[in-house]
């Protein structure tokens, strides 16, 4: 694809600040002008403020103020009017937006026109013909992409989930009626179970464009379904780890992963931990810090989760001297705000690595980013230092994420109990439920996955051994008769 032709296609932009207005007359509260001037023609202006409508929610709590917008635009360069108009109609009517959210929104709707564009398509046009409707279309041109393995079949699936939504929104609101149907609906009966095994059934409204995701659990692969596939470090690698962060000398990064490896926070809550957590000495008894994490902590978690990170007394003593440290001292004044509640941990230029909840629902008027902090900086980092290191340690190939660190701790804290359990100190329910809570697990049977991880991994070992010695007898018995 020429660049040119890359240009005339549909995209996503971001917004670094947006409020809602609407036109008004120059004598009412708040109005403001704004004066126009075409090339070769006359000035005009109109008069605006910002919208009226009642406010269900606001990062300024007076008007729809939003920072990272996100604004989908045709292949001309213009506001595609509905989808935009749906992005706000979603972020209006929810408490507090996470911008996240929308931006995949628009990424999908923006490939949906891409799509329109490049087929000649018309997303109102919906003739009687089946096949020829935009749905349907779109949902063969995304089974036709998984097959060449162009996509994944879950970001097909998400796409099309997306561009249904857009469609119900526009019927809801009356902004179109189509000729004929955009897929047929019928109920689907699902089971759910919960965390004591009571089963109940559950109806949903499902479509015939719906890409089907089959999803087939192996527990046999040396990763664990937590969250998405995380991969346990083994003993060594933690090791080689470590000590490759050391000797690359970033002391906010050596900090972090330290954090992760013996707490098992997630990134999100890692780089959302506040200084003033970590201002005074513990009494030399303590051997744990427990620190609340969630809602009403400034510290974000995954889906909002209220819980208690235990923190051993040698690693918070670690961070209370690094938060008092010059390093991290000068750091929160180039933020701006060398105050207790500012993060732990930013950029050498001050800037924070991940966008709390708390910050994102604040509207920052003077704010020009066009990207939320998801801890990129960290991914990189890794990515780009951290993982050549540890190869040229191992002198092999070496990979791995942030979140295997959780993964890791997890299987480091499981394996010290079942130790324990097998000396008879404890039973293996309380193991469970010990290894359960110290996670933050919401199903048991997330935490059953660690309990079985290393008894799923010695069975692969015992069978691929068997295995390659069934294949060697063959092959040297083969080779003997030919001899």
């Not at 349907?136 to 995304?142: D, E, I, M, N, P």
């Not at 109920?187 to 965390?195: A, K, M, P, W």
Request: charged share 25%; with cysteine; proline share 5%.
């Amino acid at each position: 694809m020429t660049d040119e032709k890359a240009r005339s296609l549909a995209s996503k932009i971001v917004l670094p600040r947006f409020t809602l207005t609407e036109v008004c007359a120059c004598d009412e509260p708040g109005a403001t002008e704004r004066v126009i001037t075409p090339t070769g023609a006359e000035s005009t202006g109109y008069f605006f403020r910002p919208s009226a409508r009642p406010v269900a929610y606001s990062q300024t709590g007076s008007s729809y103020s939003y920072n990272l917008m996100p604004v989908v635009l045709d292949g001309a360069g213009a506001p595609w009017a509905d989808a935009n108009l749906y992005l706000l109609a979603r972020i209006e009517g929810v408490l507090s937006p996470s911008m996240t959210t929308y931006h995949g929104i628009a990424d999908d709707l923006a490939a949906f026109y891409r799509f329109l564009e490049e087929d000649g398509l018309d997303y109102k046009a919906f003739p009687r013909r089946r096949l020829l409707r935009p749905t349907y279309r779109y949902r063969a041109y995304l089974q036709q992409r998984i097959m060449a393995g162009e996509i994944a079949p879950t970001t097909a699936r998400r796409r099309i989930s997306t561009v249904i939504g857009f469609y119900r929104w526009l019927s809801a609101e009356n902004v179109f009626v189509p000729d004929n149907p955009p897929w047929e609906e019928h109920d689907v009966y699902i089971q759910l179970n919960n965390d004591v095994g009571f089963r109940r059934s559950k109806v949903v409204v499902a479509t015939d464009i719906g890409v089907r995701v089959p999803v087939q659990n192996d527990p046999y692969t040396g990763t664990i379904e937590d969250g998405g596939k995380l991969r346990p470090l083994p003993i060594d690698e933690q090791q080689h780890l470590l000590d490759s962060l050391l000797d690359l000398g970033n002391t906010e990064m050596t900090l972090l992963h330290i954090f992760a490896l013996f707490t098992g926070a997630r990134i999100q809550t890692a780089l959302t931990l506040r200084a003033r957590y970590f201002q005074s000495e513990l009494p030399p008894a303590v051997k744990e810090f427990r620190l609340p994490v969630g809602p009403g902590t400034s510290i974000d978690t995954k889906n909002g989760k209220r819980m208690v990170l235990h923190i051993p007394a040698w690693l918070y003593e670690k961070l209370r001297i690094y938060a008092a440290s010059p390093r991290a001292t000068k750091r929160r004044i180039r933020a701006g705000s060398d105050t207790s509640d500012q993060y732990l941990f930013l950029s050498s230029r001050g800037v924070p690595m991940y966008s709390s909840k708390v910050d994102q629902n604040r509207f920052n008027d003077a704010s020009t980013l066009r990207h939320e902090k998801h801890g990129q900086a960290v991914r990189q980092y890794i990515r780009e230092f951290v993982i050549p290191a540890v190869c040229r340690r191992l002198g092999r190939s070496f990979y791995y994420r942030f979140h295997d660190l959780r993964a890791s701790f997890g299987m480091n804290l499981t394996d010290h109990q079942l130790a324990i359990a097998r000396s008879g100190k404890v039973t293996l329910h309380q193991v469970r439920e010990f290894v359960k809570v110290r996670m933050g697990h919401e199903s048991s049977a997330t935490t059953d996955l660690y309990l079985q991880f290393r008894q799923h991994a010695a069975m692969v070992e015992r069978v691929q051994q068997g295995y390659d010695q069934h294949l060697q007898h063959l092959i040297n018995t083969v080779i003997d008769g030919e001899l």
